[in-house]
């Protein structure tokens, strides 16, 4: 059984760069067989894709935030890694990370996201 | 951007009612179109992939339908544990976006 985790700091200072990292147990991000996103949820609020990584490198990020997004991976310890830079209130949110299986052939993002951390609130503030 | 619009919102539901949520698309997303459910205080869960498929473990009485700009997803006989807030999803267009979720609320 697939699992995964958030870790990071529940604080972040205005203007400065958020971190959160996914440590994912019962299979492998390399596999190929699966896309990894990040999903932001603002309080009392709806669901935002912020993006994805697939094991070869390829991301993609939410338009709304791609300058100040990185989503990176570290195949050696199973895990993968968020960075939002420039923070402000309104990245106040509960961050999970998330697992989609490929289901095209082609290389054209997640379908749908079947796997998700339990959330990592992070709130920014001075 | 494609805009999810769900509806009604919130839903008053009793015990044992056929419950019926609607999400429309600002555009077709064909059939790529999923359901998730989401407590207060935990991750969403994915009901439906694909429209009309339900995801491995979820009860039957949870169904998916619909294709291009119209879904539905029917809880045919409503539990206690369903009270929560579900949320549509479309994976047609390169972002991928939610609509605002519908909550179900007792009656």
């Known amino acids: 059984q697939v699992q995964l985790q958030e870790s990071g700091p529940g604080l972040v200072k205005p203007s400065q760069t958020l971190s959160l990292t996914c440590i994912v147990s019962g299979g492998s991000i390399s596999s190929g067989a699966y896309y990894w996103s990040w999903i932001r949820q603002h309080p009392g609020k709806g669901l935002e894709w912020i993006g994805y990584?697939?094991?070869?490198?390829?991301?993609y990020y939410n338009p709304s935030l791609e300058s100040r997004v990185t989503i990176s991976m570290d195949t050696s310890k199973n895990q993968f890694s968020l960075r939002l830079t420039s923070v402000s209130a309104a990245d106040t949110a509960v961050y999970y990370c998330?697992?989609?299986?490929?289901?095209?052939?082609?290389?054209?993002?997640?379908?749908?996201?079947?796997?998700w951390g339990q959330g990592a609130l992070v709130t920014v503030s001075s | 951007d494609i805009q999810m619009t769900q509806s009604p919102s919130p839903l008053s539901a009793s015990i044992g009612d056929r419950v019926t949520i609607t999400c429309r698309a600002s555009?077709?997303?064909?059939?790529?179109l999923n359901w998730y459910q989401q407590k207060p205080g935990k991750a969403p869960r994915l009901l439906i992939y694909s429209a009309s498929s339900l995801q491995s473990g979820v009860p039957s009485r949870f169904s998916g339908s619909g294709s291009g700009t119209d879904f539905t997803l029917t809880i045919s006989s409503l539990q206690p544990e369903d009270f929560a807030t579900y949320y549509c999803?479309?994976?047609?267009?390169?972002?991928?976006?939610f609509g605002q979720g519908t909550k179900v609320e007792i009656k």
């Open positions: 555009q077709s997303v064909s059939s790529y």
């Open positions: 990584i697939y094991y070869t490198g390829t991301t």
């Open positions: 999803q479309q994976s047609y267009s390169s972002l991928r976006t």
């Open positions: 998330v697992r989609s299986p490929r289901i095209a052939a082609a290389e054209t993002g997640p379908y749908h996201f079947d796997y």
